[in-house]
T-cell receptor, first 113, second 114 residues
Framework: QKEVEQDPGPLSVPEGAIVSLNCTYS??????FMWYRQYSRKGPELLMY????GNKEDGRFTAQVDKSSKYISLFIRDSQPSDSATYLC?????????????FGTGTRLKVLA | DVKVTQSSRYLVKRTGEKVFLECVQD?????MFWYRQDPGLGLRLIYF???????EKGDIPEGYSVSREKKERFSLILESASTNQTSMYLC?????????????FGQGTRLTVV
């Protein structure tokens, strides 16, 4: 079993839809949870991060962590064609640079105009 | 604007060739990483380095080696390229300390071994 599981998609939605992207994990030591966005032919870029459980909102994006269920989500409200990208979740047990990030496989999202 | 720069966007090499992938970062980060990205498998860590001349094996080091002679530069070496090393290679750097040590990625090198 992989440490982090993520549905690869692809996920196609109409413009304006609410998108839900999810990851599950098995390692209870994970404390830091991140979402990276990767546009086609580019490297991933950090979109949002949360520490431990709870919600975090940034504009149209909301990240949720449920540590009891080992489940994290990224919600995108009022989705736009420019949101079309691959979204990767990532997790680590600590903040410093020597803690390995464990990435999900990524979910490919396409928002149709 | 922070930057991680990979020397090539696209490379085509022959089986058995020795291949060098170069990565340079301008953020003075201590930690640097090499990943490969394949459909359905996501990002897999090949090697990482937390200091000059230091290196650690990641999850899939076989067939690869690395070199870090200067803090800003981290090289990935394919000793004898094989077709199963055809992939997207991504370099990343991270600082050692911070509330969240964000990984900054390069644009990637798409390597095809024929």
């Amino acid at each position: 079993q992989k440490e982090v599981e993520q549905d690869p998609g692809p996920l196609s939605v109409p413009e304006g839809a609410i998108v839900s992207l999810n990851c599950t994990y098995s390692n209870s030591a994970f404390q830091y949870f991140m979402w990276y966005r990767q546009y086609s032919r580019k490297g991933p870029e950090l979109l949002m991060y949360t520490y431990s459980s709870g919600n975090k909102e940034d504009g149209r994006f909301t990240a949720q962590v449920d540590k009891s269920s080992k489940y994290i989500s990224l919600f995108i409200r009022d989705s736009q064609p420019s949101d079309s990208a691959t979204y990767l979740c990532a997790m680590s047990a600590g903040p410093s640079g020597t803690y390995k990030y464990i990435f999900g496989t990524g979910t490919r999202l396409k928002v149709l105009a | 604007d922070v930057k991680v720069t990979q020397s090539s966007r696209y490379l085509v090499k022959r089986t058995g060739e020795k291949v060098f992938l170069e990565c340079v970062q301008d953020m003075d980060h201590e930690n640097m990483f090499w990943y490969r990205q394949d459909p359905g498998l996501g990002l897999r860590l090949i090697y990482f380095s937390y200091d000059v001349k230091m290196k650690e094996k990641g999850d899939i080091p076989e067939g690869y080696s690395v070199s870090r002679e200067k803090k800003e530069r981290f090289s990935l070496i394919l000793e004898s390229a094989s077709t199963n090393q055809t992939s997207m290679y991504l370099c990343a750097s991270r600082p050692q300390t911070g509330s969240i040590t964000e990984a900054f990625f390069g644009q990637g090198t798409r390597l095809t071994v024929v």
